[in-house]
């Protein structure tokens, strides 16, 4: 057979495939996304393909969580992005610059410990703070009101003062972690809900939660702590924060006042009797400039960042002050060490790391030199506690310090970070973008949002807001080198209200509120980290077990939400769960 005749052979097969898609033979078309993209479909609008609107969204899906943001480009910020993104990407040392930090004790030595390609911490089996993709930060709270063995007092609820907030447990040689590790021990538990864990269909589900020790003896710290219980949270992705920064506080207002009528606020961000904001929901920076009048004054700004809503902006919040606290890097606005007197008490008083210090600390070249003092016992463990319990140094304290300790050149400004370092480590935060939303016209994940509105799941995952003006806060480093990534009226799809919830899960969060977590981006999870766990300590393994351990307390604040899932036929379950992972 020749050429010739191959080719009408294959004509007339083609021909006839043609005509059969178009018959009653139902022979089916897979339909390219892309010919939907940016338009209407079903009931998604055109602007839903983009959740983090024109400006905040990136179309490559591929590494889709560090890419930057349209806005970066265009507003000629491209290569301080980059720039910026070393110091997230790059693993920190005792000694040498740019990426140098550390010591004397740290949490983590590079920021993607934490944040795996970008994303959400990793479900973790025991606690190693150098495993990759260990986002777990330990909580660690008193149980009741007491006094510590040096009569200092302590409330239930506060966290523990002996170690810092984000527990540290790496330390530079000779001197200890604050908490020894192989004091920590993780095991996790079942839980079983009402239902018995099954579906009216037959289909299981699992619920397992954290349960974590530390041992009293695995802190080094002069006092130890007493009456003190462990939590775990993990850390979420980064994209889209800055988007999240854009949002105006007077619309997070409204959406506190609206929640307000129906559920009871956590009383330290909204005051229930003056129907506003609690004082201590705002967090003052002094010496910020601040948009209204573009003065260099005292800015006020509402806490939205962290499970906790304990900070009010980028520059203060899940990044600037990462990178000074677990890594324990210094700058121009973070002169001092992140450690507690309770620890340079015990390094102070600890012989073996008197003995390390007379050895190695008389040479000036020596890290350790600047411990050394006299080469005495005494002026050792004099210098050891007055630089390790550095909290709220004096002038002459932090000249010294920088001087030996941190040995950078003058012109460098004698910190670990420069300012235009960090700048650029800002651009970088506040440039990140939200990947494209996928599958918005797959009928399932259609059908899948429209039950997503009718569970009521939107009264706390809200599904947009519009940012009009970005009031985007100055810090001093950032006002004196350039300007920040910018999102001007841009309508986002983050799903989120923030706003602090309740839902009394088993070994919960410490206070019990909980910011609810955006979900844009979260399909992705496995594609870019390799995993996909859910909820603030990675307890759900699946989008199922996060919805239902939504419901496992009658009194959670989405517990009628998660009945009406738990309803659902099997198909119509996967339906919501294909929509969350679409957006």
């Known amino acids: ?65 560090s890419n930057p943001s349209p806005a970066v480009e265009e507003q000629g910020l491209f290569n301080i992005f980059k720039k910026g993104e070393d110091f997230f990407e790059h693993t920190y040392t005792l000694s040498t610059l740019p990426f140098r930090g550390l010591g004397p004790a740290w949490v983590r030595s590079g920021c993607e410990y934490c944040h795996p390609s970008y994303g959400h911490g990793k479900r973790q089996n025991s606690y190693r703070a150098n495993v990759m ?40 040689y000779p001197f200890k972690a604050p908490v020894d590790e192989n004091g920590i021990h993780m ?9 018995g864990n099954k579906f009216p269909d037959g289909e299981t589900y699992s619920l397992t939660y954290p349960e974590v020790t530390i041992e009293r003896s695995a802190f080094n710290t002069i006092p130890k702590p007493k009456d003190y219980e462990v939590r775990l949270e993990s850390t979420i992705g980064l994209y889209g924060t800055g988007l999240l920064d854009a949002i105006d506080q007077d619309s997070m207002e409204v959406q506190h006042r609206r929640a307000a009528r129906f559920l ?66 210094t700058r121009s606005d973070r002169h001092y060490l992140y450690t507690t007197d309770a620890w340079a008490k015990a390094m102070s008083e600890d012989p073996t790391v ?47 310090f920088e001087k030996n300790y941190l040995n950078v050149a003058p012109e460098n400004g004698r910190e670990e970070m420069t300012d235009a370092d960090f700048y650029a480590f800002m651009v970088w935060h506040r440039g990140l973008a939200v990947p494209r939303a996928r599958e918005l016209q797959n009928k399932q994940v259609q059908r899948g949002k429209e039950l997503f509105y009718e569970m009521g799941c939107t009264h706390c995952h809200r599904p947009s807001w519009t940012i009009r003006q ?56 496995a594609q870019e980290t390799g995993a996909s766990e859910r909820l603030h300590d990675c307890r759900a393994q699946t989008v199922v077990e996060a919805i239902m351990w939504h419901g496992y307390s009658k009194k959670s604040d989405a517990y009628n939400e998660t009945q009406k899932f738990y ?10 769960v294909a929509f969350i992972n679409a957006i």
């Not at 495939?17 to 993209?37: G, P, R, W």
């Not at 000036?364 to 140094?393: C, M, R, W």
């Not at 910018?486 to 019990?512: A, F």
Request: glycine letters at 8%.
């Open 1 to 65: 057979m020749n050429r010739t005749t191959l080719n009408k052979l294959f004509a007339i097969a083609f021909a006839g495939l043609t005509f059969a898609a178009c018959s009653d033979d139902k022979i089916e078309i897979i339909d390219n996304e892309n010919d939907f993209v940016n338009k209407p479909v079903g009931n998604f609008t055109a602007a839903e393909w983009n959740p983090g609107g024109e400006l905040g969204t990136t179309t490559n899906e591929q590494g889709c969580y």
């Open 133 to 172: 993709g260990n986002g777990y930060l330990l909580v660690i709270y008193h149980t009741q009101d007491g006094v510590n063995d040096d009569g200092t007092q302590y409330k239930a609820g506060n966290y523990i003062s002996e170690v810092t907030g984000m527990p540290q447990t790496q330390a530079m």
């Open 187 to 195: 095991q996790w538990l079942k839980a079983t809900d009402e239902h």
């Open 264 to 329: 009871t606020l956590n009383p330290n961000m909204w005051d229930a009797a003056a129907n506003t904001w609690a004082k201590s929901a705002y967090y003052t920076f002094a010496n910020g400039i601040n948009n209204t009048n573009g003065k260099a004054d005292d800015v006020k700004r509402i806490k939205r960042f962290t499970y906790g809503m304990t900070r009010a902006t980028l520059q203060d919040g899940p990044g600037a002050n990462a990178i000074w606290n677990i890594t324990n890097v």
């Open 354 to 400: 008197i003995a390390e210090i007379k050895k190695q600390g008389a040479s000036p070249l020596s890290l350790l030199h600047p411990y050394y003092a006299d080469g005495t016992d005494e002026g050792i463990k004099q210098q050891v506690f007055k630089l390790l319990g550095l909290n709220s140094p004096t002038k002459a304290d932090k000249d010294v």
């Open 470 to 525: 970005d009031k985007v806060w100055y810090d001093n480093i950032s006002m004196a080198h350039g300007k920040l990534p910018t999102y001007n009226n841009q309508t986002i799809w983050p799903y989120t209200d923030l706003v602090q919830h309740r839902l009394y899960m088993v070994n919960d969060i410490r206070t019990g509120w909980c910011r609810t977590t955006p979900l844009w981006g979260r399909g992705l999870s």
């Open 567 to 576: 309803k659902l036929s099997k198909n119509d379950r996967d339906a919501v």
